[in-house]
């Protein structure tokens, strides 16, 4: 068991080093605040298509990343809704491989 400790001990000193691990974090973060929440809402429903032009007209009022983030979580979610329906999925957060490996609420 001390061996398990020191390398557990050791992944968590590296992830939190890890600055593209911290970015994901941050960017996270930024969504659960009030700015980052009404961007969410802002974004809900943003046809792929509009994605640049919504994406340069925000950027003029908000930080890039948070920008980012807000989008990408709008992808995320249009995509969990054939498993979750566009209410549970509009409140849930999502990564990219958790929609892809997550299952129908219907099955579980």
Do not use: C
Request: aromatic share 4%.
């Amino acid at each position: 068991m001390p061996g398990d400790t020191a390398a557990l001990g050791h992944t968590v000193h590296r992830l939190a080093h890890n600055e593209a691990v911290n970015d994901h974090l941050h960017a996270f973060a930024a969504l659960l605040t009030p700015e980052g929440r009404a961007l969410l809402d802002e974004v809900r429903g943003t046809d792929p298509a509009d994605e640049l032009a919504v994406a340069t007209r925000l950027r003029r009022e908000h930080p890039a990343e948070l920008v980012s983030a807000a989008l990408g979580q709008a992808r995320l979610r249009q995509r969990a809704v054939a498993k979750f329906g566009a209410e549970d999925a509009g409140r849930m957060f999502f990564t990219p491989n958790g929609v892809e490996q997550s299952t129908r609420a219907s099955v579980a």
